[in-house]
């Protein structure tokens, strides 16, 4: 499986800004696509999840309310809608895919990643 993460860029804080992550290859040996993000000097951490058969979404609690995560099973495709972003949203964001049941938030159970997209939010 390949995942293509695009979107991130400058942002004021307060704006909003929409990732989004298409997968190819062996998408079916995959139920769940999600975020992660490193912050530089952090580790990476969980930000949102979505099953690509049911749609239920899991958001880390740091951006519940604030951003929402979606998918389009026709274009292969997750998005991830950041609003009301905050400087410390600052950091390289990384789509990944897996074939999870539960403990979607350790990233470890994550079998492909993609490269990364780099959102940074100016105060």
């Known amino acids: 499986v390949q995942l293509q993460a695009s979107g991130g860029g400058l942002v004021q804080a307060g704006g909003s800004l929409k990732l989004s992550c298409t997968a190819s290859?062996?998408?079916?040996?995959?139920?769940?696509i999600g975020w992660f993000r490193q912050a530089p000097g952090k580790e990476r951490e969980f930000v949102a999840t979505?099953?690509?058969?049911?749609?239920?979404?899991y958001m880390a609690d740091s951006v519940k309310g604030r951003f929402t995560i979606s998918r389009d099973n026709s274009k292969n495709t997750a998005y991830l809608q950041m609003s009301s972003l905050k400087p410390e949203d600052t950091a390289v964001y990384y789509c990944?895919?897996?074939?999870?049941?539960?403990?979607?938030?350790?990233?470890?159970?994550?079998?492909?990643w993609g490269q990364g997209t780099l959102v940074t939010v100016s105060s």
């Open positions: 990944a895919a897996g074939n999870i049941v539960t403990g979607h938030r350790d990233r470890n159970l994550w079998d492909y």
């Open positions: 290859g062996r998408i079916s040996s995959t139920n769940s």
């Open positions: 979505i099953f690509w058969s049911t749609g239920v979404p």
